[in-house]
C-alpha cells in the first residue's frame, strides 16, 4: 500500500468514532437494551435500525448526540 493510499488522519478519526459506536451496541445486545432510546427507553423503528444499526436514540433525543 502506498502513503496515497493510507486513509486520512480525519478519515481514521472517523472510522474510530464508528467503531466505538458498534461496540456500544454490541454492548446493548449482551445487556438488552439494544433497539431503546439510551435517554428515555422508548423502542427504536425497525426501519431506523435498518438504516442506522447503531442508533442510540429516539428521534426526540437525536440532538443528545450532537453535543
Same mark, same amino acid.
Given at each position: 500500500? $502506498? /502513503?496515497?493510499?493510507?486513509?486520512?488522519?480525519? +478519515? *481514521?478519526? +472517523? %472510522?474510530?468514532?464508528? *467503531?466505538?459506536? !458498534?461496540? /456500544?451496541? *454490541? $454492548?446493548?445486545? #449482551? #445487556? +438488552?437494551?439494544? @433497539?431503546?432510546?439510551? $435517554?428515555?427507553?422508548?423502542?427504536?423503528?425497525?426501519?431506523? *435500525?435498518? !438504516?442506522?444499526?447503531?442508533?442510540?436514540?429516539? @428521534? +426526540?433525543?437525536?440532538? %443528545?448526540? /450532537?453535543?
Amino acid at each position: 500500500m $502506498t /502513503r496515497d493510499a493510507l486513509p486520512s488522519s480525519d +478519515g *481514521l478519526v +472517523g %472510522l474510530d468514532d464508528e *467503531l466505538a459506536d !458498534v461496540e /456500544r451496541a *454490541l $454492548t446493548r445486545l #449482551d #445487556d +438488552g437494551t439494544y @433497539g431503546r432510546c439510551e $435517554t428515555c427507553g422508548q423502542a427504536l423503528p425497525d426501519e431506523r *435500525l435498518a !438504516v442506522a444499526p447503531a442508533a442510540r436514540r429516539c @428521534g +426526540g433525543h437525536l440532538d %443528545l448526540d /450532537r453535543s
